[in-house]
């Protein structure tokens, strides 16, 4: 079991920057590749980034490739999400994700977080 915890949302301007941060509470965080997903209002949801278990390979969606940064941090039990020259089509809210393996975050992730908001101005 895994319980994840997202923090960091807010309001930003157009072009501005954020960092989302997911607690992980387990004892083998090291055994789940992790991911950021997004639900924008009347829209489904969609997978942002994800970074395997090392945190050595990430794979991000076209539209945040330049502009968003995965990573963990395996002492802390912590993901990041580090996004810069946000623009209004971000907004969303966004979620933690977990699974065994990158490939499983990505098309059908085990846990979920509750999600934080961000919502860019222009």
């Known amino acids: 079991q895994v319980q994840l915890v997202e923090s960091g949302g807010g309001l930003v301007q157009a072009g501005g920057s954020l960092r989302l941060s997911c607690a992980a509470s387990t004892r083998t965080f090291s055994s789940y590749a992790m991911g950021w997903f997004r639900q924008a209002p009347g829209k489904e949801r969609e997978f942002v980034a994800a970074?395997?278990?090392?945190?050595?390979?990430?794979y991000y969606t076209d539209s945040v490739k330049g502009r968003f940064t995965i990573s963990r941090d395996g002492a802390k039990n912590m993901v990041y999400l580090q996004m810069n020259s946000l623009k209004p089509e971000d907004t969303a809210i966004y979620y933690c994700?977990?699974?065994?393996?990158?490939?499983?975050?990505?098309?059908?992730?085990?846990?979920w977080g509750q999600g934080t908001q961000v919502t860019v101005s222009s």
């Open positions: 970074v395997n278990r090392g945190g050595d390979s990430t």
């Open positions: 994700a977990a699974a065994p393996t990158i490939v499983l975050v990505v098309r059908t992730p085990n846990y």
